[in-house]
Nanobody, 129 residues
């Protein structure tokens, strides 16, 4: 059974860090591009980071320099290291995969959503002042 499971979310104070994990089961994640997305209350889901099968990375401007996406193929896991968290980062965070080359532009908007097929159930990040 193909499945993605996110974890690592929770409440955190502004300026602090969290690391989210996206663990795949039923398939080899190393063959797929993986994106991280988030959806804040009342807003559309937006793509914020992506790592392709060559380990090229794409980020939304709003998280560039603060968030880092990486993969550990031995653990079949993709991570999102989030530093210097802000209240605007409060959202449900999702990972998703695509076998196609991911979009290189549009990160920071809902545009990349349609390129990704398999989605996890999400993990909630709440950043307080």
């Amino acid at each position: 059974q193909v499945q993605l499971v996110e974890s690592g979310g929770g409440p955190v104070q502004s300026g602090h860090s969290l690391r989210l994990s996206c663990v795949a089961s039923g398939f080899r994640l190393s063959y797929w591009a993986v994106g991280w997305f988030r959806q804040a209350p009342g807003k559309e889901r937006e793509g914020i980071a992506c790592i392709d099968t060559n380990d090229d990375k794409y980020y939304a401007e709003s998280v560039k320099g603060r968030f880092t996406i990486s993969r550990d193929n031995a653990k079949n896991t993709v991570y999102l290291e989030m530093n210097d968290l802000k209240s605007d980062d409060t959202a449900a965070y999702y990972c998703a995969t695509t076998l196609s080359p991911p979009p290189k532009t549009g990160w920071g908007s809902p545009t990349p959503n349609r390129a990704f097929g398999s989605w996890g159930q999400g993990t909630l990040v709440t950043v307080s002042l």
